[in-house]
């Protein structure tokens, strides 16, 4: 789940990008001489439409402006600014600069509303569509799938955990949270580029946890590829039903984490993660009391 500077959602991500062209091509035959006329546009000139105001790109286009409001309100979005969205968050997560994604977050801003930039704004803000992300993530996540991703770890001889580059602090957080409920777990973290040698250790009654988002880390993808065909078990977090993780998955968990202009959160990841440790915890607790030794201790 994106928000922009004000909580308004957005549709976003370079998945959702190449969504929204799939869906213009498919459609362009569909559509009316003036319509088809943004659609070329549209497609040939993703780079530029971040940086265009309206007026420029109806110019380009040669449409009027209402033309662009009817485009955007035929594909679902409420408005062309909300679709020009799409393309600016795009062009803002394949900028793996964070300085350089806060200047192009800069040059691309409606400029009539003011985006906060002062620490304690920046924090409201993103306490705020955080909040709003932690509220909805209940509902996203199905009872079923987290009781069976409980049992799975509980039953699991060595748990594996996969996550590379923003993945990686979830990976890491579970990795020590299994260890701490004293269950054998480790990091298949590739130093040495050692990835391949390290899933080699993987067997049929061990699980593998992947955690990857769009774009998803082609490593981890042929790692998970790769534990399919050990026959492991494999749980997923990852950010849509079309990731491909969720191929290989025997529980999947689609998490919307909230995003604002090209800086994604992990505060619904976390929660999802710490859920699934406090559980296990308390699994192990009913099943393995203490001893009247233990007890008194």
């Not at 062009?91 to 977050?105: C, K, N, P, Q």
């Not at 260890?179 to 009654?205: K, P």
């Amino acid at each position: 789940m994106t928000y922009g500077w004000h909580g308004e959602i957005i549709m976003t991500t370079s998945t959702q990008l190449t969504l929204l062209q799939d869906e213009i091509r498919s459609r362009y035959d569909t559509l009316s001489k003036r319509l088809k006329q943004v659609a070329c546009y549209m497609l040939d000139n993703s780079n530029s439409i971040p940086f265009d105001t309206i007026a420029s790109i109806a110019e380009r286009a040669s449409v009027p402006p209402s033309t662009l409001i009817r485009f955007a309100n035929a594909f679902g979005f409420d408005g062309f600014n909300e679709m020009k969205q799409v393309f600016r968050q795009h062009m803002m997560e394949d900028t793996v600069s964070y300085t350089e994604r806060a200047r192009l977050f800069r040059q691309t801003a409606n400029h009539e509303i003011a985006a906060p930039e002062k620490p304690m704004e920046i924090l409201n803000m993103f306490s705020m569509v955080n909040g709003m992300a932690l509220q909805q993530l209940p509902a996203q996540i199905n009872e079923a799938d987290l009781s069976r991703a409980v049992t799975l770890l509980a039953a699991a001889n060595t748990i594996y955990v996969i996550g590379l580059r923003r993945s990686f602090s979830i990976a890491a957080y579970l990795t020590y949270a299994l260890r701490h409920l004293e269950r054998r777990a480790f990091l298949i973290d590739g130093l040495g580029g050692m990835f391949t040698e390290q899933l080699s250790m993987v067997q049929t009654d061990d699980v593998v946890i992947a955690i990857s988002y769009s774009p998803y880390a082609q490593e981890v993808v042929e790692l998970v590829s790769m534990g399919a065909k050990i026959g492991a078990k494999q749980i997923a977090i990852t950010d849509s039903l079309v990731s491909p993780l969720a191929a290989f998955s025997d529980v999947c968990f689609v998490v919307r984490e909230a995003q604002v202009d090209g800086f994604r959160s992990q505060v619904s990841s976390m929660c999802l993660s710490q859920t699934l440790m406090l559980s296990l915890a308390m699994q192990n607790a009913t099943h393995h009391p203490l001893t009247d030794t233990q007890k008194a201790g």
